[in-house]
């Protein structure tokens, strides 16, 4: 089995700042995927973003991108020019390569809150 | 094209009483997914199916049963409601992905059914 672990329960920043969101995870599996999703008060989840763990590229879109570092077993996100839209609830999730059936493994997620 | 629908969207229920949510999905998926959120935690799935007439349990099973009988549905059944399954729940929906090398395949969300249980 594997464990997420995010040990920021709540971050605030300024609007306009960058903000880092800590993820770590244990797993004995050598091929996964791994995410951050996003969750607004509408409680809707919404993926942010992605990384497969056989890449060694860093995952980005748009103002997101991740750092992943699969020997500390480590993936954070990093929100460039913070909006205050970005105020949400963020999981880092983890899903081992061909276990879709499986379905994903959650942290208990980081309260975001951008400061206007 | 709906994605993934929930019924309902609140509920309350006295405890020993039994009801039923529902998910539906359009997108011809495979795989389908129900998940509980509780306060400060995450997503913790309950049940699964990878296809019509199969069912799978996932990390907090017990209280729950689920049934898979058309491909674009699934069922999520609490036969005698206990305050400690008073939770948000989610239901998901993803493509099988074609083979362990495969590319990866996004779950779609529903909306999400918050239950309280007195």
């Known amino acids: 089995a594997q464990t997420v672990t995010q040990s920021q329960p709540e971050m605030s920043v300024q609007e306009a700042e960058t903000v880092t969101l800590s993820c770590t995870y244990d797993?004995?599996?050598?091929?996964?995927?791994l995410f951050w999703y996003k969750q607004p008060p509408s409680r809707q989840m919404i993926l942010v973003i992605r990384?497969?763990?056989?890449?060694?590229q860093n995952a980005t879109e748009n103002r997101f991108s991740v750092n992943f570092q699969k020997a500390a077993k480590s993936f954070s996100l990093k929100i460039s020019d913070s909006q205050l839209g970005d105020t949400a609830m963020y999981f880092c999730?983890?899903?081992?390569?061909?276990?879709?059936?499986?379905?994903?493994?959650f942290g208990k997620g980081t309260h975001l809150i951008i400061q206007p | 094209n709906a994605g993934v629908t929930q019924t309902p969207k609140f509920r309350v229920l006295k405890t020993g009483q039994s009801m039923t949510l529902l998910c539906a999905q359009d997108?011809?998926?495979?795989?389908m997914y129900w998940y509980r959120q509780d306060p400060g935690m995450g997503l913790r799935l309950i049940h699964y199916?990878?296809?019509?007439?199969?069912?799978a349990k996932g990390e907090v099973p017990d209280g729950y049963n689920v049934s898979r009988l058309k491909k674009q549905n699934f069922l999520l059944g609490l036969e005698s409601a206990a305050p400690s399954q008073t939770s948000v729940y989610f239901c998901?929906?993803?493509?099988?992905?074609?083979?362990?090398?495969?590319?990866?395949?996004?779950?779609?969300f529903g909306p999400g059914t918050r239950l309280t249980v007195l």
């Open positions: 998901a929906s993803s493509h099988r992905t074609p083979g362990l090398a495969g590319p990866w395949d996004e779950q779609f």
């Open positions: 797993t004995s599996e050598s091929n996964y995927y």
């Open positions: 990384q497969e763990a056989y890449k060694q």
């Open positions: 999730a983890f899903m081992k390569l061909g276990g879709g059936a499986d379905g994903l493994t």
């Open positions: 997108m011809n998926h495979e795989y």
């Open positions: 199916s990878v296809g019509e007439g199969t069912t």
